[in-house]
């Protein structure tokens, strides 16, 4: 069931509606961020409404001790949680006296407008207080030029023919906390707090904890810049506060900015550092004019949309849904820091927790493959690399060799706390050594896999071969008690998936291993009874399939359910994770997103047309999509097929997925690692793109719908442009060598 709350416009997330029952719904989808630090879109003068306020700052998070009613050996012993810090974008009004509060005033003219193409969120309304009427108009920007900056301007102007006596005060606030803490547990202890008439300081650290995980620290520094006479400051033990205030005429307007600079201890870890950096940002920041820290953030995000901006025309709810999938996940990752990674709330909310999931590699990798210099997704493989002592630790609580690499984290470290995932959603290691491949196949590159990269494969092959088993009845190698990437089922038995990327990792990694470097063989240490025993379980590894079906079966006895299809349920039971118990939607033949259908997508070119037919025939009816990630594959594999109705249906689904709230849970946040999804659908579904034997191929249709659509991508070194309209196919070489491509099975050389 959709639910829009703003309108359609191909550069904008506008609304002119201010309504309460939709206020959550509404701050997660005008969140901003920069990669660095990032905010949902609450209201900065305070709404005692309902509300959701959230301000995150990248790799800042705390250990919440997992609570569960039993325990087992491996169970990872705290739950890595996003937390909201410092609130630093805190303001007050008050006209003649009266509190502005739009929880609870009637006000006229409301606009909300969140401008992607210059990453500005922009607020305005007008409100009667004590008989003076005021026009109060907010903008909002984190700047990309200057990851530690945040910027907001607020102009009040006098539209009444009474004069209007503000009030006006601007605080950093350490007095936060999350909404699903426990027992309104707070994570946070201040170190100090300071003021002048026209800046307040706070700096707080993450309260210790018994898991010995790092803690941080985070200063904030705001200055304001007015006109207007500094009536006081003052502060608390956890918050300091200016004020100001003025008289406004009929007619006559101010401009008040508030310039925030935000550090953190993973670049500064000594307090005194840290303050010093404070200082100096907000120095520089000072004597710096609004325009020209506006100007160098636009240009930051002009130089990103030159190159990734998808044009479609004839569909203007398409169009807004692509770039703001795009807006979003470049405002989560941009690949700046090697240490950050894609969380799949990015900014937006507290929910989940974790810095990253399998998502980043399975989803996000093709993306920014296609779209950013290739040093941005060597940044997202160097991030498990970086953490594969974690892995180390993980396989061994499950009594395991080699590398298992976590479902959540922000350190390397298992920390998520859904026992199916935990202990059984172990695909993702084979994602994880999938991405190395997209990566190198796409760039040519074989730089990483040589060096770095051979080390993650070789210690995830370490704990396949641990992990599986060999079955004496059946003679093959098997996998049991998993979960695959439909989390509608847990602890199956062979799940297609999971043991297909099992294999398929261990054929890779023994491709690989004669390509490295001495040193770097000496060091992996792969011995011959290993590449032996890895070659078998290659040779014999078990994977279920129905003949007479012609489908590849998602695991053992899954063709013993009741199997129907989705559309023969009443439309109110969907979505079931909302609407059924756990136990029903267990025992169901209904699945949540692509699952052998993943697996199709990952190796595409190596079934024929006749299997990918009969497994999406199969399985398409039977999924219910209620994972953000599922539409997008769905929709490439449609394309694939010439299923090309379908193709733009699904495509319509995961681009506009939060903006319809397709799947009712976008009030927590949004779900940005599935903000690949219109890229992806678009990209690798409609233009049929794909890296044959180092070769770009093209296979585009045009949707019915559509005029025409334009992308732009990078492929070693060039940038082309590739437009499809009712005429046909049109590839561009906008910079970069020649190249020879694939245009519908015809080679075509650029220049």
């Known amino acids: 069931m959709m639910k829009r709350t703003f309108d359609v416009s191909p550069w904008h997330i506008v609304t002119t509606k201010l309504n309460p029952d939709d206020k959550r719904l509404q701050e997660s989808m005008t969140s901003l961020a920069n990669g660095n630090l990032g905010m949902r879109g609450f209201f900065e003068e305070g709404y005692s409404g309902d509300t959701l306020p959230g301000i995150y700052i990248g790799g800042v998070w705390f250990p919440d001790k997992t609570k569960v009613g039993w325990w087992k050996n491996g169970y990872p012993k705290y739950f890595g949680k996003v937390i909201n810090a410092i609130n630093f974008i805190k303001v007050g009004i008050k006209i003649n006296g009266e509190v502005v509060d739009l929880a609870k005033d009637k006000v006229s003219d409301f606009n909300l407008d969140l401008d992607m193409q210059q990453a500005v969120l922009e607020r305005a309304f007008t409100v009667e207080k004590g008989g003076a009427k005021v026009q109060i108009s907010f903008e909002r920007f984190v700047s990309a030029a200057t990851k530690e900056l945040v910027v907001q301007g607020i102009i009040l102007k006098n539209v009444g023919s009474k004069e209007a006596k503000v009030e006006f005060s601007s605080s950093v606030d350490a007095d936060v906390q999350n909404e699903d803490a426990n027992y309104d547990e707070k994570f946070w202890d201040v170190l100090k707090v300071a003021k002048t008439d026209n800046e307040a300081e706070v700096i707080a650290e993450t309260k210790p904890n018994d898991f010995g995980t790092p803690q941080f620290t985070v200063g904030a520094l705001s200055t304001v810049v007015t006109d207007w006479n ?351 118990s756990w136990d029903k939607i267990l025992r169901s033949p209904y699945i949540k997103q692509a699952d052998v259908l993943q697996g199709i997508w990952d190796f595409i070119d190596d079934f024929t047309p006749e299997q990918k037919k009969a497994n999406f025939d199969f399985y398409e009816p039977l999924t219910v999509h209620e994972s953000s990630l599922s539409a997008s594959i769905h929709a490439i594999l449609a394309a694939d097929l010439h299923y090309e109705e379908k193709a733009t249906e699904l495509y319509e689904r995961t681009a506009r997925l939060d903006l319809d709230n397709y799947n009712n849970d976008t009030v927590d946040g949004l779900h940005i690692t599935a903000m690949t999804g219109g890229w992806l659908a678009i990209v690798q579904g409609f233009a049929g793109m794909r890296v044959r034997n180092g070769e770009l191929h093209y296979a585009p249709f045009l949707p019915k719908k559509w005029q025409s659509y334009q992308f732009r991508q990078l492929f070693r070194g060039r940038l082309i442009e590739v437009t499809v309209d009712q005429s046909g196919t049109k590839l561009d070489l906008l910079d970069g060598d020649p190249i020879t491509v694939d245009l519908d099975g015809k080679k075509e050389e650029l220049k």
């Open 230 to 580: 500094s009536e006081s400051a003052d502060q608390t033990d956890v918050s300091a506060t200016n004020h100001f205030s003025g008289t406004l005429a009929a007619g006559e307007q101010t401009i008040i900015q508030k310039r925030t600079v935000v550090v953190s201890s993973r670049d500064f870890p000594k307090q005194a550092d840290l303050e010093a950096r404070l200082t100096q940002l907000n120095k520089e920041i000072s004597a710096t004019s609004y325009s020209d820290l506006f100007n160098a953030h636009k240009a930051v995000w002009a130089n990103r949309w030159n190159v990734s901006d998808v044009k479609i025309a004839g569909d203007d709810e398409a169009q807004q849904g692509i770039r703001f999938n795009l807006f979003q996940l470049f405002s989560t990752y941009y690949g700046e820091d090697s240490r950050l990674n894609i969380g799949p709330k990015g900014f937006t909310g507290e929910k989940y927790g974790g810095a990253t999931y399998w998502d980043t590699e399975a989803f996000a990798v093709p993306v920014y493959l296609g779209v950013t210099d290739p040093n941005v997704t060597k940044n997202l493989l160097k991030y498990r690399y970086q953490q594969i002592d974690g892995a180390f630790h993980n396989a061994k609580e499950q009594g395991l060799k080699g590398a298992l690499y976590p479902m959540v984290t922000f350190d390397g470290i298992e920390s998520h706390n859904e026992w199916e995932i935990t202990f059984e959603e172990i695909h993702r290691n084979g994602d994880i050594a999938y991405a190395i491949y997209n990566y190198t196949n796409y760039t040519g590159d074989k730089s990483y896999v040589q060096h770095e990269g051979a080390k993650v494969l070789t210690e995830i092959s370490r704990f396949w071969a641990d992990r599986v088993h060999f079955s004496e009845r059946n003679g093959k190698y098997m996998i049991h008690g998993v979960t695959g990437p439909d989390e509608y089922e847990n602890n199956v038995d062979n799940n297609w998936y999971t043991n297909i990327l099992a294999q398929w990792t261990l054929k890779y990694t023994l491709e690989i291993l004669p390509e490295v470097a001495p040193e770097v063989a000496k060091d992996l240490n792969v011995t011959d009874a290993e590449k032996k025993q890895w070659q078998d379980i290659v040779d014999r590894m078990y994977l279920p399939e129905d003949k007479k079906l012609g489908i590849f079966v998602q695991h053992d006895g899954f063709l013993d359910k009741d199997i129907k299809p989705v559309s023969s349920l009443p439309k109110d039971q969907l979505p079931l994770n909302q609407n059924w």
